[in-house]
């Protein structure tokens, strides 16, 4: 009964939540759009200025991968690419990730939702410092981290899926014309195709949890649902009460799987090397990041690889067709290069970045 009272008040949720799926039409590089982007050649690439070096470096690292006669050749079975997601080939930036997003929309705009005193209160503390980017303190941010699911305890993942695919439907804030399922970099979705194309197994290797990740890029990215390594939900059962999973007998007649509502198992830093060895079973070749949060996969990519290799961070630097943070990107770009790391700067070499009707609200 309980369970059915869920869904009724989901399906509400999702039919009538008034203006946020009512937005106008994007501008922005539709998902069928994105999904169409098919890269084989280096004549192919439309989203890239011409004197791209990032472009350059990686159409020559490719072309020698897939050259038998080459010193550099890769043999395809090693040919293993990982993207961190956020900031690296999608939004954000208007004003943050696409999850903690999604967890204000619940908490303070979602009729259906009645969230606790303490974490509706939370949540208007913090919204100010989200949309002002004026930073969270440590223990604000660890406190955002145990809510993005607390605030789903009881749904299936069929549920938490579909309230995902409505969220997707809005605008992102601060970007004009852009809802938040087309918020993809175009240029970074034409090296994912590039490199599946040359018998490349890209990963995505996300701090964002899974659910959520496989929902957003589904039919849009060249990535399968089991090449994605992300933050774990953790899950239960209707029916498990205090047993621990591997002593609970599940019986599919009596009882459903749902979100526990315990903090995700965040996929960040070292723990994405973790994620690599667990999922993959093989060091990367190429890496692809935009922050520290992405440090622990763009490091082993280059440690005693056997391999020709690279790691590249993405700099959002574009303060005109995005919300880019100069100074954040100077410093960003100054530790890579210390590192070895190469940088991909979004004002110098995307020649778009989510379509040409995208342009800032505020510049």
Same mark, same amino acid.
């Given at each position: 009964?309980?369970?059915?009272?869920?869904?009724?008040? %989901?399906?509400?949720?999702?039919?009538?939540?008034?203006?946020?799926?009512?937005?106008?039409?994007?501008?922005?590089?539709?998902?069928?759009?994105?999904?169409?982007?098919?890269?084989?050649?280096?004549?192919?690439?439309?989203?890239?200025?011409?004197?791209?070096?990032? *472009?350059?470096?990686?159409?020559?690292?490719?072309?020698?991968?897939?050259?038998?006669?080459?010193?550099?050749?890769?043999?395809?079975?090693?040919?293993?690419?990982?993207?961190?997601?956020? =900031?690296?080939?999608?939004?954000?930036?208007?004003?943050?990730?696409?999850?903690?997003?999604?967890?204000?929309?619940?908490?303070?705009?979602?009729? $259906?939702?009645?969230?606790?005193? $303490?974490?509706?209160?939370?949540?208007?503390?913090?919204?100010?410092?989200?949309?002002?980017?004026? =930073?969270?303190?440590?223990?604000?941010?660890?406190?955002?981290?145990?809510?993005?699911? *607390?605030?789903?305890?009881?749904?299936?993942?069929? &549920? +938490?899926?579909?309230?995902?695919?409505?969220?997707?439907?809005?605008?992102?804030? =601060?970007?004009?014309?852009?809802?938040?399922?087309?918020?993809?970099?175009?240029?970074?979705? &034409?090296?994912?195709?590039?490199?599946?194309?040359?018998?490349?197994?890209?990963?995505?290797?996300?701090?964002?949890?899974?659910?959520?990740?496989?929902?957003?890029?589904?039919g849009v990215i060249p990535v399968p649902p089991d090449?994605?390594?992300?933050?774990?939900?953790? +899950?239960?059962?209707?029916?498990?009460?205090?047993? &621990?999973?591997?002593?609970?007998?599940?019986?599919?007649?009596? &009882?459903?799987?749902?979100?526990? !509502?315990?903090?995700?198992?965040?996929?960040?830093?070292?723990?994405?090397?973790?994620?690599?060895?667990?999922q993959i079973g093989k060091k990367p070749v190429l890496?692809?990041?935009?922050?520290? !949060?992405?440090? !622990?996969? %763009?490091?082993?990519?280059?440690?005693?690889?056997?391999?020709?290799?690279?790691?590249?961070?993405?700099?959002?630097?574009?303060?005109?067709?995005?919300?880019?943070?100069?100074?954040?990107?100077?410093?960003?770009?100054?530790?890579?290069?210390?590192?070895?790391?190469?940088?991909?700067?979004?004002?110098?070499?995307?020649?778009?970045?989510? =379509?040409?009707?995208?342009?800032?609200?505020?510049?």
């Open positions: 009964m309980k369970q059915k009272k869920m869904s009724a008040l %989901l399906m509400a949720a999702l039919m009538g939540a008034g203006a946020w799926l009512t937005a106008p039409a994007s501008e922005a590089a539709t998902r069928e759009e994105i999904a169409a982007i098919r890269v084989e050649s280096a004549s192919d690439f439309r989203y890239w200025n011409d004197d791209s070096p990032t *472009k350059r470096k990686l159409v020559r690292f490719v072309e020698d991968a897939v050259n038998p006669k080459s010193p550099r050749f890769i043999p395809v079975e090693n040919r293993v690419a990982t993207f961190d997601m956020d =900031g690296t080939f999608y939004c954000e930036t208007a004003p943050y990730c696409l999850q903690e997003m999604m967890f204000f929309h619940r908490v303070l705009e979602d009729k $259906t939702y009645q969230p606790s005193k $303490t974490m509706a209160a939370f949540a208007k503390k913090i919204q100010p410092k989200i949309l002002n980017k004026t =930073g969270l303190s440590p223990e604000e941010n660890k406190r955002l981290v145990s809510y993005l699911t *607390k605030a789903y305890e009881g749904m299936t993942p069929e &549920e +938490y899926g579909a309230y995902v695919r409505a969220f997707m439907r809005t605008n992102e804030i =601060g970007l004009t014309n852009l809802k938040r399922g087309e918020a993809f970099y175009l240029p970074m979705v &034409e090296i994912m195709s590039y490199l599946t194309n040359h018998g490349f197994s890209v990963y995505i290797d996300s701090a964002c949890g899974a659910a959520t990740t496989r929902e957003l890029v589904a090449r994605i390594a992300a933050s774990d939900f953790v +899950y239960t059962s209707t029916n498990m009460g205090g047993e &621990e999973p591997d002593q609970h007998f599940y019986d599919r007649h009596k &009882e459903k799987i749902v979100i526990s !509502g315990k903090p995700l198992i965040d996929n960040a830093k070292t723990r994405k090397i973790f994620s690599i060895l667990n890496a692809f990041g935009n922050s520290m !949060g992405d440090s !622990g996969m %763009l490091e082993y990519t280059l440690q005693d690889n056997p391999y020709p290799c690279a790691s590249f961070l993405v700099l959002c630097d574009d303060t005109e067709r995005e919300l880019g943070n100069v100074k954040k990107a100077e410093d960003l770009k100054k530790f890579a290069l210390r590192r070895g790391w190469d940088t991909i700067s979004m004002k110098d070499e995307f020649k778009t970045i989510y =379509g040409d009707g995208v342009a800032r609200a505020n510049p």
